[in-house]
Nanobody, 122 residues
Framework: QVQLVESGGGLVQAGASLRLSCAAS????????MGWFRQAPGKEREFVAA????????LYEDSVKGRATISRDNGKKTVSLQMNSLKPDDTAVYYC???????????????WGQGTQVTVSS
């Protein structure tokens, strides 16, 4: 089992950058693909980025390609999401999640953190 805790959210102006972090506990972290999802008020949770267990493969949602970078450190049991050139549309609660295999659908992700709020002002 994996427990996940996100951090790094906040209120920033459009064009700024944020680095979100997710700390995991549990011995099996390196076996899981990790993903970041987000949910804006009144909207469904949507995929942002994912990384394979080894870190060798990544996926990005189209609207964040070129602005986001997902990375992981299996030794430290962390996964990060660097977001640059933030836009008001990026405002959401951001969640990290763990799955047996990397994908864009939320269904395979069995373990979820509580989320961290990102607010981007115009």
């Amino acid at each position: 089992q994996v427990q996940l805790v996100e951090s790094g959210g906040g209120l920033v102006q459009a064009g700024a950058s944020l680095r979100l972090s997710c700390a995991a506990s549990g011995r099996a972290f390196s076996r899981y693909a990790m993903g970041w999802f987000r949910q804006a008020p009144g909207k469904e949770r949507e995929f942002v980025a994912a990384i394979s267990w080894s870190g060798g493969s990544t996926l990005y949602e189209d609207s964040v390609k070129g602005r986001a970078t997902i990375s992981r450190d299996n030794g430290k049991k962390t996964v990060s999401l660097q977001m640059n050139s933030l836009k008001p549309d990026d405002t959401a609660v951001y969640y990290c999640a763990a799955a047996a295999s990397m994908g864009m659908s939320a269904n395979p992700y069995h373990y979820w953190g509580q989320g961290t709020q990102v607010t981007v002002s115009s």
